[in-house]
């Protein structure tokens, strides 16, 4: 993951993180640039997903389905049947 120093635009590294949750994450950066030198925390945090995760796809796919109504649901096992 690149950073950038938002004193001098330069590039920064980690030097440190701090993982407060599964979620969020605190990153200790400082700049490289040997003029500039600041150090600085960002933050890292999860957004939300496009796509479950291969071990949660089949509770993924159980649990829409189950909203489906039941004329839907047939004809959707119908479709599968079919191939
Ligand atoms: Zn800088």
Same mark, same amino acid.
């Given at each position: 993951m690149k950073i950038q120093c938002r004193e001098c635009n330069g590039k920064a590294i980690i030097t440190s993180t701090n993982r407060l949750s599964c979620d969020f994450t605190r990153l200790y950066c400082t700049c490289r640039t040997a003029q500039c030198g600041h150090s600085f925390v960002m933050q890292l945090s999860y957004s939300h997903g496009l %796509?479950?995760?291969?071990?949660?796809?089949?509770?993924? *796919?159980?649990? @829409?389905? %189950?909203?489906?109504?039941?004329?839907?649901?047939?004809? *959707?096992?119908? @479709?599968?049947?079919?191939?």
């Amino acid at each position: 993951m690149k950073i950038q120093c938002r004193e001098c635009n330069g590039k920064a590294i980690i030097t440190s993180t701090n993982r407060l949750s599964c979620d969020f994450t605190r990153l200790y950066c400082t700049c490289r640039t040997a003029q500039c030198g600041h150090s600085f925390v960002m933050q890292l945090s999860y957004s939300h997903g496009l %796509r479950p995760a291969a071990n949660k796809l089949d509770q993924h *796919l159980v649990e @829409q389905m %189950r909203e489906l109504p039941p004329e839907r649901l047939e004809a *959707l096992m119908n @479709q599968l049947k079919a191939g």
